[in-house]
């Protein structure tokens, strides 16, 4: 009672069941162990916001590691590693913020390559963007962007302020194909839903922002769309400088509420403020609070991955 693992493992005469070295002094990367069947079953988790590379260590010997993406279901062999005293040494690079599982469960073998892939820029995806607002929410039908920007930086108060999903459409041309593209979006804000020449490509809800689109593209004209969900805050913000149109009791320790439901809500007619969002707390964000970045920001990008070979 009352003994750490570490406390433990050393009266054991054990190793640790995991370590994270790494060159960077404060990273700090968490794990979770347990056994299914014969495979061995390491969950690990990078908690800080910026790539993590350095040397897991595990208390495994005899088996080859692999790499279970659990966003993509990816599964890959992790062929740099070796073994001392019982246990094995993996080199890794975590996005930022970034999980995954680490798999021993076949035999110990040699494979060529590294452990993860490495990219290389092929082209730009620069524009124009025609980006298509929903009705109702304060923005525009649509908007020409010529370059990428954060809609909180756009002139127009309904884009600047908007709150929702956006929708990007770009066409670009493409002369050669690779045997492995990824299209990498860059800065996102926050969550984008990616559709190419048609084909539902998925949804990035973390960074990187980047998607396999090796079946999708094809040579000469593509068309991109990515649908971009962004956060409520901003078009709170740009409703605060407009009239208010809920009754309130008075101010209270935890914050006004709302005395009645307004007219316009329980008729479900227009709301006579202009006003888009409403909440039963009063004054969450005020009409100067900063607004936060929104929407597609980049920059996008056309990249090729390095073969394992190459490597």
Same mark, same amino acid.
């Given at each position: 009672?009352?003994?750490?693992?570490?406390?433990?493992? +050393?009266?054991?005469?054990?190793?640790?069941?995991?370590? /994270?070295?790494?060159?960077?002094?404060?990273?700090?990367?968490?794990?979770?162990?347990?056994?299914?069947?014969?495979?061995?079953?390491?969950?690990?988790?990078?908690?800080?916001?910026?790539?993590?590379?350095? &040397?897991?260590?595990?208390?495994?010997?005899?088996?080859?590691?692999? #790499?279970?993406?659990?966003?993509?279901?990816?599964?890959?062999?992790?062929?740099?590693?070796?073994?001392?005293?019982?246990?094995?040494?993996?080199? *890794?690079r975590l996005d930022p913020a970034g999980s995954g599982f680490v798999v021993f469960r076949g035999k110990r073998e040699t494979a060529r390559g590294k452990n993860w892939l490495e990219f290389k820029d092929l082209q730009p995806i620069a524009g124009p963007w025609q980006v298509?607002?929903?009705?109702?929410?304060?923005?525009?039908?649509?908007?020409?962007?010529? +370059?990428?920007?954060?809609? %909180?930086?756009? &002139?127009?108060?309904?884009?600047?302020?908007?709150?929702?999903?956006?929708?990007?459409?770009?066409?670009?041309?493409? &002369?050669?194909? +690779?045997?492995?593209?990824?299209?990498?979006?860059?800065?996102?804000?926050?969550?984008?839903?990616?559709?190419?020449?048609?084909?539902?490509?998925?949804? *990035? #809800?973390?960074?990187?922002?980047?998607?396999?689109?090796?079946?999708?593209?094809?040579?000469?004209?593509?068309?991109?769309?990515?649908?971009?969900?962004?956060?409520?805050?901003?078009?709170?913000?740009?409703?605060?400088?407009?009239?208010?149109?809920?009754? /309130?009791?008075?101010?209270?320790?935890?914050? &006004?509420?709302?005395?009645?439901?307004?007219? #316009?809500?329980?008729?479900?007619?227009?709301?006579?403020?202009?006003?888009?969002?409403?909440?039963?707390?009063?004054?969450?964000?005020?009409?100067?609070?900063?607004? *936060?970045?929104?929407?597609?920001?980049?920059?996008?990008?056309?990249?090729?991955?390095? %073969?394992?070979?190459?490597?």
């Amino acid at each position: 009672s009352g003994v750490s693992f570490e406390e433990l493992f +050393k009266r054991l005469n054990l190793p640790p069941d995991f370590e /994270w070295r790494a060159s960077a002094p404060d990273a700090e990367v968490l794990y979770i162990h347990r056994r299914v069947g014969e495979a061995e079953v390491y969950f690990i988790s990078n908690q800080q916001y910026r790539q993590a590379e350095g &040397a897991a260590i595990f208390r495994v010997a005899g088996k080859s590691p692999e #790499w279970w993406d659990p966003a993509s279901g990816a599964i890959r062999p992790l062929p740099e590693y070796h073994e001392e005293a019982g246990r094995t040494t993996v080199p *890794l690079r975590l996005d930022p913020a970034g999980s995954g599982f680490v798999v021993f469960r076949g035999k110990r073998e040699t494979a060529r390559g590294k452990n993860w892939l490495e990219f290389k820029d092929l082209q730009p995806i620069a524009g124009p963007w025609q980006v298509s607002f929903p009705p109702n929410l304060g923005a525009p039908a649509s908007a020409k962007l010529d +370059k990428l920007i954060s809609l %909180s930086e756009h &002139a127009e108060p309904g884009i600047r302020f908007f709150s929702g999903t956006a929708t990007y459409a770009c066409q670009f041309e493409i &002369a050669d194909l +690779k045997s492995q593209m990824f299209l990498d979006l860059g800065d996102v804000q926050v969550i984008a839903e990616v559709k190419l020449n048609g084909r539902d490509l998925g949804i *990035l #809800w973390k960074p990187p922002f980047c998607v396999d689109v090796t079946d999708a593209l094809r040579r000469g004209p593509n068309n991109l769309e990515v649908r971009v969900t962004t956060l409520w805050p901003n078009r709170m913000i740009g409703d605060a400088a407009l009239p208010d149109d809920v009754p /309130w009791n008075r101010e209270r320790r935890r914050g &006004a509420y709302p005395a009645s439901w307004p007219d #316009w809500l329980v008729n479900g007619t227009p709301r006579p403020s202009g006003r888009v969002t409403f909440c039963t707390r009063k004054d969450v964000y005020a009409k100067d609070d900063p607004l *936060l970045p929104s929407g597609l920001i980049g920059p996008v990008t056309l990249r090729t991955v390095t %073969s394992m070979e190459e490597q």
